[in-house]
């Protein structure tokens, strides 16, 4: 059967119903809530045509950009606490942007906001995480700034993997989201900051690259990025700790007591949502109680003492710094000696999913494209390149995973 086009074109009647359907939906947010009139791309040449994505409103676009890129699917296997854990029911990365999504259109659908671009925003705000989780990004920091002069943060590398390196033509709204979203430290409210265009999207990445305490200072640029911000941390708040029960490292009496907030998972998404929303109805802005922005503060605290920090999450992993500073000697080495047969070419380079110019990077900034390399790894993938590159090398003895049994 030969192709035939008209099985995919719409008649215009239902050009205009389509179009007076979104209409209406537009219509019904909030005054503060970010339009799809409003979303900002910085190529447009391919969406002149305002019938090409007919029925997929620009954000939503963003979230099929981001959710089938490769670089999302590698989120399964990176640990977003606790790593070398064989345990199914461990969160990864992946899941934790599903939760983020998911709390955060809880509150967006609350607030007549636009849950298209809270969920581009959620499913893409941790793609440029390193194996290893937050440790894993500490020791790669590390090597860059050594390397460079330069930082490296999760963040502000989620949006070079999803502008710079997959090429993705998000828009401005979503890439801002992204680069704003840390939940490290909260907030009794979270208000937007302008970032009207492209240039000043590119002097906040800069920025962070240059002194990463600027990203203390970052806020999203809609309300829709607050929200996901504040979801971050209600997604991992009592998840981390629900993880640390099944592990057996902590169990639920072994924090504080928190009455207000609750002890377990559920009961904190419930609670918080539930502050936030009453808090931040018709507002430009979010807000929670006071009593209850302190008891969130509290426990994020002792999630560091009691969790991030025990020898189960930062000491079962030391032997990873060494490994990723070897590994990234080899990969800047192979790079400028041109080793078309190192895995840096044959895994990453030659991959038909990276768009950027390499031949630019090639030739002035070899510590860049082995960040990226190593950065993009799961867990496993750096494992097992390890031992493949290293063979000889007493480290990958010291690679033990925590069994089931």
Not at 85 to 91: A, G, K, L, P, Y
Not at 120 to 132: K, N, R, S, Y
Not at 173 to 201: M, S, V, W
Not at 348 to 369: A, G, N, T, V
């Amino acid at each position: 059967m030969e192709f035939d086009s008209r099985l995919f074109e719409f008649t215009e009647d239902e050009k205009a119903e389509l179009r007076a359907r979104h209409d209406a939906a537009q219509a019904m947010l909030s005054p503060h809530a970010c339009r799809d009139a409003d979303g900002i791309r910085e190529f447009t040449k391919r969406y002149e045509d305002p019938d090409v994505y007919l029925g997929r409103p620009c954000f939503v676009v963003d979230v099929e950009k981001i959710v089938h890129n490769p670089f999302y699917s590698r989120c399964a296997d990176k640990t977003q606490v606790f790593s070398l854990v064989r345990n199914d029911d461990i969160t990864r990365r992946s899941f934790h942007l599903q939760v983020v999504s998911r709390v955060g259109r809880t509150i967006g659908m609350a607030l007549g906001l636009n849950l298209d671009l809270i969920e581009a925003i959620a499913v893409g705000h941790d793609l440029g995480h390193t194996p290893f989780g937050h440790q894993g990004e500490d020791y790669l920091s590390d090597l860059y700034h050594a390397s460079t002069g330069r930082y490296f943060n999760h963040n502000v590398h989620s949006v070079r993997l999803l502008k710079t390196i997959a090429r993705t033509n998000l828009c401005l709204q979503t890439y801002n989201g992204i680069l704003t979203h840390c939940g490290e430290k909260t907030f009794l409210e979270y208000r937007p900051a302008p970032c009207p265009d492209f240039p000043a999207l590119n002097s906040l990445i800069e920025s962070c690259y240059v002194d990463q305490s600027n990203i203390r200072d970052l806020r999203p640029s809609t309300l829709e990025g607050c929200v996901v911000r504040i979801s971050d941390i209600i997604a991992y708040l009592g998840k981390d700790r629900q993880d640390a029960a099944r592990i057996k490292l902590l169990d639920t009496g072994d924090y504080e007591e928190s009455p207000i907030v609750g002890t377990l998972n559920h009961q904190i998404i419930q609670n918080l949502t539930r502050n936030i929303i009453k808090n931040s109805l018709g507002h430009d802005y979010l807000a929670m109680d006071e009593e209850v922005f302190a008891a969130v503060d509290a426990m994020r605290k002792e999630n560091y003492e009691k969790i991030y920090k025990s020898d189960e999450v930062s000491g079962r992993i030391t032997f990873v710094q060494p490994m990723m500073e070897r590994m990234f000697a080899t990969f800047v080495d192979d790079i400028r000696a041109g080793r078309e047969e190192s895995p840096i070419f044959r895994h990453y380079l030659d991959q038909p999913m990276l768009r950027y110019p390499y031949s630019f990077e090639l030739e002035s900034r070899p510590e860049d494209i082995a960040v990226d390399y190593i950065a993009s790894m799961t867990d496993d993938y750096f494992v097992d390149l390890y031992a493949f590159l290293f063979p000889d090398d007493p480290l990958n003895g010291e690679v033990r995973y925590k069994n089931y049994f």
